[in-house]
C-alpha cells in the first residue's frame, strides 16, 4: 500500500515523460500494439488508455509489453475498475474526478493517481490528502488556461495536467504556465490515422507534441 504523497509524486515522475499524455480511445485490441509503438517512437512514452471501449483492458495488456512505453487507465470510476486496470498492467490511473473510495482502492494497489479536479475546493480536498499533482477536467470548460492560472495564484503547492478540450492550437496556453506539468489530449492519434493503421503518421504527430514547449 502507498500512501498519496508517494503515490502523487510518482504521478509527476510520468507526468514529467514528456508535455503531451496521449488520451486513447480504442475500440480493438489487434491494434493496440503499433499504436502504442508509433506514439512511444515519436516521443510520447505515457499513455492514457480510457476505459470507454469494451476493448480496453485487453488494450493495456497489449500496451503495457511495449518497450519503452508507460500505460496508464484512464475513465476510473469505481475501485472495482482500479482493481481491473491493476492486472491488465496499468502503471498510473486517471479519473475524471475523484471520490474517497477510488483514491483507497488506487493506494491500496500501490497504483499512482491523477485524480480530476475543476474547481479550487476540489484541488484543496485533493491537496489536503496528499495530491499534488492532479488532473485539471474538463479544461476547456471549466475555464482553460485562465482558471488554472488563477488557482494556482493561491494554491501554488499543486501541478496539473489538463484535459479536455487541449488541442495544437491551445495547448501552448497550459504549457507556458508555471503549474502546468503536461497536457492530455487525443489529437496525437486521430481516428482517421488510427483506421487507416497510419502508424507513421501517428509517430510523426506524436514527435512534433513532444517538441512542446521545448
Not at 106 to 130: Q, Y
Not at 155 to 176: E, Q
Amino acid at each position: 500500500m502507498i500512501t498519496a504523497e508517494y503515490a502523487s509524486k510518482e504521478a509527476l515522475k510520468i507526468a514529467n515523460l514528456a508535455p503531451v499524455i496521449p488520451v486513447l480511445v480504442v475500440h480493438d485490441a489487434a491494434i493496440a500494439r503499433p499504436l502504442a509503438e508509433a506514439l512511444v517512437a515519436g516521443g510520447l512514452p505515457a499513455l492514457e488508455v480510457t476505459l470507454r471501449t469494451p476493448a480496453a483492458l485487453d488494450v493495456i495488456r497489449e500496451m503495457a509489453q511495449v518497450e519503452g512505453g508507460v500505460v496508464g487507465a484512464g475513465s476510473i470510476l469505481t475501485p472495482e475498475m482500479v482493481t481491473q486496470v491493476v492486472e491488465a498492467g496499468a502503471k498510473f490511473g486517471v479519473s475524471p474526478g475523484s471520490t474517497d473510495k477510488v483514491l483507497d482502492a488506487a493506494e491500496a494497489a500501490d497504483l499512482p493517481m491523477l485524480p480530476g479536479a475543476a474547481t479550487a475546493s476540489e484541488v484543496m480536498k485533493l491537496l489536503e490528502r496528499g495530491y499534488t499533482m492532479q488532473k485539471f477536467f474538463p479544461a476547456e470548460i471549466a475555464g482553460g488556461a485562465a482558471a488554472i492560472k488563477a488557482i494556482g495564484a493561491p494554491i501554488p503547492g499543486v501541478t496539473f495536467c489538463p484535459t479536455g478540450g487541449v488541442s495544437p492550437k491551445n495547448a501552448m496556453d497550459y504549457l507556458s504556465l508555471k503549474n502546468i506539468v503536461c497536457v492530455g489530449g487525443s489529437w496525437v492519434c486521430p481516428q482517421s490515422l488510427i483506421d487507416a493503421k497510419d502508424w507513421k503518421g501517428i509517430e510523426e504527430l506524436a514527435r512534433e507534441a513532444s517538441q512542446l514547449g521545448k
